[in-house]
């Protein structure tokens, strides 16, 4: 223990001191608000790119008609298919199949719906979304029935001027989930899964290199002689997680000032009261400390393996896009029933961090499934950590030789103990 605490010590140190630590942290949040700067000027829009009604094809739909304003209870879904609305005959007996899962969406029309303009919609998803949107079949009943007669209502219904009040169960105990907790559930895993882009990006070239730069200048040879490579190698990693959190620290601290400040300004541009629980942000801690072990660990497998820094970087790029993976197949993560692919990336290791976080921003992922990724992840990044010492122990000095897979796997088991 005690030689693995003067590794992470010397290397934390030894970062510190250098000018370019400080210059890669400072840079990154100068770069990201010229980022949002030029996206706002773009007039990119994350609501219109994100907006996608949930698909109904396969729920079971009903309306209480209450106003006597739809001319039909039929409409053509997603998969342009006839789909029927089940009739009720009072508001309450509708909710309260919602409540007890026997109907998915039911909507209500109230009496004054001519004078007031207002749609209820009540929903009991297994995965509470900010961004879920049923609406889609009302609309086009609404639209329907307008086109029939027109009349002051229906120019309300045609020109979209129809409020839509969306009351959402909690399915842990019926509670009515408001805005405001909805956003909260997403703000947390974005949270999460933009620290840990940022650490994978500012840090990605800098792992491997660490590992790197003791094969060419022979210091491996000499490290190896009074310290045990277990040591080693784990007072790397642990030293290059401290000194990625010192550089998220160096980034978070003044986004939390500026975000205090303006809520205690009133200069936050909408009306929208971030509540952050205890519990989930615990969760999703553990989450991006795991999986930052886990992308550590790799990024060091390829230290370890590479002899120069040029092979590194050439590894170390398909190490991102395996992290990044999910990313590009990201509508796959913004259902609620989702393809057995988005369930291999949420379970493959490389892309298992990113996959988690965007579930949970989707808020498709149960507490369960959370669970079960961070031990997954645990025991990869534990497997890596194991595998870069059993490569640094047989590997240190060959600094001139290209990485031999056959060669180091012929070796007998015996050996990983090393």
Same mark, same amino acid.
């Given at each position: ?23 890669? &942290? ?182 491997? &290199? ?51 400040? &303006? ?45 120069? &820094? ?109």
């Amino acid at each position: 223990m005690s030689k693995t605490c003067q590794v992470i010590r010397f290397e934390v140190v030894r970062s510190l001191k250098k000018p370019s630590f400080w210059l890669a &942290a400072l840079l990154v949040p100068i770069l990201l608000g010229f980022y949002i700067f030029i996206a706002a000027l773009s007039g990119y829009n994350a609501g219109e790119t994100l907006e996608a009604g949930v698909d109904t094809a396969n729920m079971t739909l009903g309306v209480f008609d209450e106003a006597k304003y739809l001319a039909a209870k039929t409409f053509i879904n997603a998969k342009e298919e006839k789909q029927e609305l089940k009739e009720y005959s009072n508001r309450e007996t509708g909710i309260k199949d919602v409540q007890n899962g026997k109907l998915d969406v039911f909507y209500y029309l109230p009496a004054k719906f001519a004078e007031e303009h207002k749609v209820e919609i009540h929903v009991k998803p297994d995965n509470v979304s900010a961004f879920n949107d049923y609406s889609t079949p009302i609309r086009s009943l609404l639209s329907a029935t307008a086109l029939a007669e027109v009349s002051p209502i229906n120019f309300a219904v045609i020109t979209n001027t129809v409020e839509y009040n969306t009351t959402t169960y909690s399915a842990e105990d019926n509670h009515e989930v408001n805005m405001d907790e909805a956003i909260s559930k997403v703000a947390i895993p974005a949270i999460g899964l933009a620290m840990f882009y940022i650490l994978i990006v500012v840090l990605g070239n800098r792992l491997t &290199a660490a590992m790197v730069e003791e094969k060419e200048n022979r210091i491996s040879e000499l490290i190896l002689t009074s310290i045990k490579p277990i040591n080693l190698i784990i007072g790397k990693i642990i030293s290059l997680m401290i000194l990625g959190i010192i550089q998220l620290l160096v980034l978070a601290i003044p986004l939390i000032i500026a975000y205090i400040v &303006a809520l205690r300004y009133d200069a936050i541009p909408f009306d929208i009261k971030i509540t952050f629980d205890a519990t989930l942000i615990a969760e999703y801690l553990i989450l991006l400390l795991t999986s930052y072990f886990l992308f550590t660990s790799l990024c060091v497998v390829i230290g370890t393996m590479s002899s120069s &820094a040029k092979d590194a970087n050439s590894f170390m790029s398909v190490i991102i896009i395996l992290t990044i993976l999910p990313i590009f197949f990201i509508g796959t993560f913004a259902g609620q029933e989702l393809e057995p692919f988005t369930y291999f990336l949420t379970y493959f290791p490389p892309s298992a961090p990113l996959a988690l976080m965007l579930r949970g921003v989707f808020g498709n992922l149960p507490t369960w499934e959370l669970l079960l990724g961070i031990a997954d992840i645990t025991i990869f990044g534990i497997i890596f950590s194991k595998l870069a010492t059993y490569i640094f122990c047989h590997n240190a000095i060959a600094s001139s030789s290209k990485f031999n897979f056959k060669q180091l796997l012929s070796r007998p088991r015996s050996t990983w103990k090393n």
